[in-house]
């Protein structure tokens, strides 16, 4: 009896971790978000739109992670069923959100050439300098002002969009795995007797 709640204590911890470590992820995911793309929305001219849904995710996750930490302390199921229900919220939004990785991945070259035809010189011109490239596919297609480097930047762009892609699918991955490892302790310490 007394190792069994032993390791009923040492779950309830381990879940604690859990919950606390997705609601501080989430924080930190909406305010990085929102950073960079405060930081780079002006010489690009970004819509906000294009983090509406992944701030959403990151916002479900913070109440996810409220609402599975709550359910430490009561003993209430409609808790639990709170828990349970943003979780698969969550995971089902997840899951579209890898698939738009992998889709955005594929139509990057067109989506960059596209906004690079959108850009004013000084724009281009900004780009080119942070990336250390010049014009689109080679020097002579659409360079900004001066150009240095002999090598064109959407190569770069696509890199930046395959490291963002890996990261992102990574953290979704870790995620996945917390998320489930929550879901097989709070089952076991709410609908398994003592």
């Given at each position: 009896m007394i190792a069994k709640n032993f390791i009923r204590l040492i779950l309830k911890v381990i879940y604690g971790f859990i919950q606390l470590f997705m609601v501080l992820l989430g924080i930190v995911l909406i305010f990085a978000l929102w950073s960079i793309y405060i930081a780079i929305q002006s010489p690009l001219n970004l819509h906000y739109k294009s983090l509406q849904f992944i701030s959403s995710i990151c916002l479900i996750l913070i109440i996810n992670g409220i609402a599975g930490f709550r359910t430490i302390f009561?003993?209430?199921?409609?808790?639990?069923?709170?828990?349970?229900?943003?979780?698969?919220?969550?995971?089902?939004?997840?899951?579209?959100?890898?698939?738009?990785?992998?889709?955005?991945?594929?139509?990057?070259?067109?989506?960059?050439?596209?906004k690079w035809g959108l850009l004013n010189d000084n724009q281009r011109s900004h780009l080119q300098t942070a990336f250390g490239c010049c014009g689109f596919d080679n020097p002579s297609d659409r360079p900004g002002s001066k150009c240095v480097s002999t090598e064109g930047c959407v190569k770069k762009f696509l890199n930046v969009g395959y490291n963002l892609r890996k990261k992102s699918n990574a953290i979704i991955f870790i995620l996945y795995f917390l998320e489930s490892l929550g879901l097989c302790i709070i089952s076991y310490l709410k609908f398994i007797r003592q």
């Open positions: 009561k003993r209430s199921k409609f808790r639990v069923c709170i828990y349970i229900f943003t979780l698969v919220a969550l995971i089902n939004l997840q899951f579209i959100q890898l698939l738009k990785n992998n889709e955005f991945v594929e139509k990057n070259y067109d989506w960059t050439n596209i």
